[in-house]
């Protein structure tokens, strides 16, 4: 059973930084593209940065800059530093994960795991 498990979320200051984690297990085959998502109160999920198993990056034009997504392939973790964080990036962040999707999207359609989320909280 495909397990993934995100941490590192909480309250920061405007223009500080956080870094979150998403621990994978359960997977038969490698994913072939992870990615982290956002959800707002009254918002839709939205991408916000993914990798794939070759190590591609996309980000969302919101946070291009700012967030810098890795992985480590031999822990199964998956990671997203945040810097110089704004209020506007206040929302639940979710680690997704699957084995079928193509070059790091960030379409939340294409995945088929998903954690529970941690919260991230920016307050000006």
């Known amino acids: 059973q495909v397990h993934l498990v995100e941490s590192g979320g909480g309250s920061v200051q405007a223009g500080g930084s956080r870094r979150l984690s998403c621990g994978a297990s359960g997977f038969a085959y490698s994913p072939t593209s992870m990615a982290w998502f956002r959800q707002a109160p009254g918002k839709e999920r939205e991408g916000v940065a993914g990798?794939?198993?070759?190590?591609?990056?996309n980000y969302s034009d919101s946070v291009k800059g700012r967030f810098t997504i890795s992985k480590d392939n031999a822990k199964d973790f998956l990671y997203l530093q945040m810097n110089s964080l704004k209020p506007e990036d206040t929302a639940m962040y979710y680690c997704?994960?699957?084995?079928?999707?193509?070059?790091?999207?960030?379409?939340?359609?294409?995945?088929?795991?998903w954690g529970q989320g941690t919260q991230v909280t920016v307050s000006s």
């Open positions: 990798i794939d198993d070759s190590g591609n990056t």
């Open positions: 997704a994960a699957d084995s079928s999707v193509d070059w790091a999207s960030l379409a939340p359609a294409a995945y088929g795991y």
